[in-house]
């Protein structure tokens, strides 16, 4: 308190930081699962931790291990956005309690199989290809639920929170691994970890998810469900941007990931423990990264934090080509945590904020997708380059890479403002029909005509061009404005949907941030657009 009795402005903004900080914990749900969440992913790191040291013992061929980390990543690529389709189809909390259950039933086979003598280094690459395909079903589900757990004000915190957990199970399962193999052998860490998502399970059946608005359309078919992801997602520039930045980075990235049991193997000539070691320093580096990385987003911005990630990733990757010793390979994974953090929270809330409800999982699925199909790819190329031409050439050429990435990727600006509404406007009239339409009708032609003064044709054409985006985002495969020949300042809009229900699904997902550029066109006009909708004619053929 000040001598006038009055709280000082900095430390009102400091405890609203922290209040903010805390919110998604206040609801009781998030508080379980989280805390259950980062108990199930020690287990996960613990597996894939043992798995890679498991491998260097198999065979330690610098492309056979950077395998394990592909067959980790390729899955979550192959799979995301069917995952993501399914996510937006079925009832999210029982589809993730069915593969959490599987995940358990296969890691527990995986743990006999051990213990019995009979894993090869296929039989490994299996069991992870099997693992990873399990969980590349759930990743979109299981970012899907997080709005319904917190309020929209809380969503980036609890975004934080989440990323939080994960990074003190990265600095916690690792190192427990290195431990547990030291002190009971290969096989103990796989059986713990078998069974380290039973609170996931149990909360899950324990919760209860809020009814969402009551829905008298049919459920997506899924087929044309993907096909709606994926013409959201060429048609929202703030998602590309996202995707666009994450390639740009993991790609790079994965470079350590994938080569670290080498590092730690090979070049610096360690044990199971100073691998476990490494990888917890990651994690650490992460978590306490975490706790500065509000500040520093809000005086860099996302796009320069994401920028200061990058460098920090070339850095870092130097430093584990230079790395003999554990104490610089250890400076370098507490920079790799740091650096992985400061890229991957603003990257994460980047894709979370442009997506509105009726399309999360599919727009999740895509940025998964890119994700690891990027750590993929770059896993299966620095492990062919370690090959030849040794570790350390390897991580100089990835450090090399990220840098370049910078100037190539920087136009693509991140948004992560979670002002703007992307809840249902509801505000499209019904359509006016003359009798029953068949819901598979189609495809259906909507045109909207406009009257304007001719002296405002080039800001109404703006205008009209940014409409064209929301229409394409919301089930248009087609879409143009043409210009009347005989009436100066007449327009008509056209756009093409697959199907009657389709159109009406448009009409739905409509948000108010589209409604606000809506009216941004009708300000233009003389007088209210005329909507007209028109079916496919079809000849009826007599008997």
């Known amino acids: 308190m000040t001598q006038s009795g009055k709280k000082t402005p900095g430390l009102h903004k400091e405890l609203h930081k922290v209040v903010s900080a805390w919110a998604p914990f206040r609801n009781p749900v998030f508080r379980l699962l989280w805390l259950a969440t980062v108990v ?54 029982r589809f993730i309690v069915m593969l959490e259950t599987l995940v358990a039933i296969v890691s527990v086979t995986f743990a006999a199989l051990l213990s019995t003598g009979l894993v090869t280094a296929a039989t490994l690459l299996f069991f992870m290809l099997a693992i990873s395909t399990l969980s590349a079903l759930e990743a979109p589900a299981w970012q899907s639920i997080v709005p319904q757990l917190v309020t929209k004000e809380d969503l980036p915190a609890a975004v934080a929170a989440n990323s939080a957990g994960i990074n003190i199970s990265r600095a916690v399962g690792p190192a427990l691994a290195g431990i547990i193999i030291t002190a009971f052998g290969i096989a103990a860490p796989f059986w713990l970890d078998a069974f380290s998502n039973v609170g996931v399970i149990a909360v899950l059946l324990w919760w209860r998810p809020p009814k969402g608005p009551a829905h008298r359309l049919p459920a997506e078919r899924f087929g044309s469900a993907i096909r709606a992801g994926l013409r959201y997602t060429r048609n929202n520039r703030h998602l590309r941007a996202t995707l666009v930045r994450a390639v740009g980075f993991f790609l790079f990235a ?63 990757l130097v430093l584990f080509g230079l790395a003999r010793q554990p104490l610089t390979a250890l400076v370098a994974s507490l920079g790799a945590g740091m650096s992985w953090i400061a890229v991957l929270a603003n990257l994460n809330v980047s894709a979370q904020v442009a997506l509105p409800d009726w399309v999360r999982g599919r727009g999740l699925a895509m ?48 948004q992560t403002d979670a002002g703007i509404d992307l809840s249902p406007s509801m505000h499209w009239p019904a359509p006016i029909i003359t009798g029953a339409v068949e819901v598979d009708a189609g495809p259906v032609m909507v045109t909207v005509e406009y009257r304007i003064d001719p002296k405002n044709r080039e800001a109404f054409l703006a205008a009209v061009e940014q409409l064209s985006q929301e229409r394409k985002r919301d089930g248009a495969y087609a879409w143009g404005i043409f210009e009347d020949s005989a009436v100066e300042g007449r327009y008509m809009e056209t756009f093409l949907v697959e199907s009657w229900l389709e159109h009406l699904r448009q009409h739905k997902r409509v948000t108010k941030a589209d409604r606000i550029l809506e009216d941004q066109v009708h300000s233009e006009l003389l007088g209210k657009p005329t909507v007209t909708h028109f079916l496919a004619a079809e000849r009826r053929l007599r008997a």
């Open 367 to 414: 940025y998964v997708c890119v994700f690891f199909g990027s750590m993929t790819l770059g896993s299966m190329v620095w492990g062919s380059m370690a090959e030849y031409a040794g570790l350390a050439a390897t991580h100089f050429v990835a450090a090399a890479g990220a840098l370049l990435a910078i100037p190539l990727t920087w136009r693509w600006k991140l």
């Open 40 to 93: 199930a992913n020690v287990g996960g790191w613990m597996y894939n931790a043992s798995a890679g040291w498991l491998m260097t013992s198999l065979n330690a061929d610098p492309f056979m291990v950077s395998l394990v980390q592909a067959a980790s990543s390729l899955p979550l690529f192959l799979f995301a956005l069917p995952a993501g389709a399914l996510a937006d189809i079925v009832d999210q909390r």
């Open 254 to 316: 994965s470079a350590y990931w994938a080569l670290l049991p080498l590092v730690a193997h090979t070049q610096i000539a360690g044990g199971a423990e100073v691998y476990g070691t490494l990888l917890g320093a990651i994690g650490i580096g992460a978590l306490g990264f975490a706790f500065i990385l509000p500040s520093l987003t809000k005086k860099l911005g996302p796009n320069g934090i994401i920028i200061l990630g990058e460098v920090g990733t070339a850095v870092t």
